[in-house]
């Protein structure tokens, strides 16, 4: 009778045991989704900004150029005309084959 109550009281604390391990793997769980969590969206965050950062330059260098252009044109406009003529000339007869 002794084994017997050894193997029930062993059974019931490798079962407190067992219980024990999954409440600490499911809070390790918990813990590494939420870093997991938090290191997505600071990536998201730097990468977001970082674009809002290159589309802001690629905007300037695109205002730039079409002031640049339009500078250009005030002040050749017949060249500018001349040369607009000749490129749709050309483009026509590319795409015309």
Known sequence: M?????TTADSAK???????LRKDLAEVTRTLKT??????????QA??????EVSGQARDQIDHARDV?????????????AVT?????LIGRLLQK
């Open 35 to 44: 870093m997991g969590s938090d290191a997505a969206h600071s990536t998201t």
């Open 2 to 6: 002794v084994a017997k109550t050894d």
């Open 69 to 81: 252009a339009v500078e250009h044109v005030r002040d050749r406009p017949l060249t500018s005309v």
């Open 47 to 52: 990468a977001a900004e970082r674009i809002r």
């Open 14 to 20: 490798l079962q407190a045991d067992v219980d024990m």
């Open 85 to 89: 003529f000749g490129v749709g000339l």
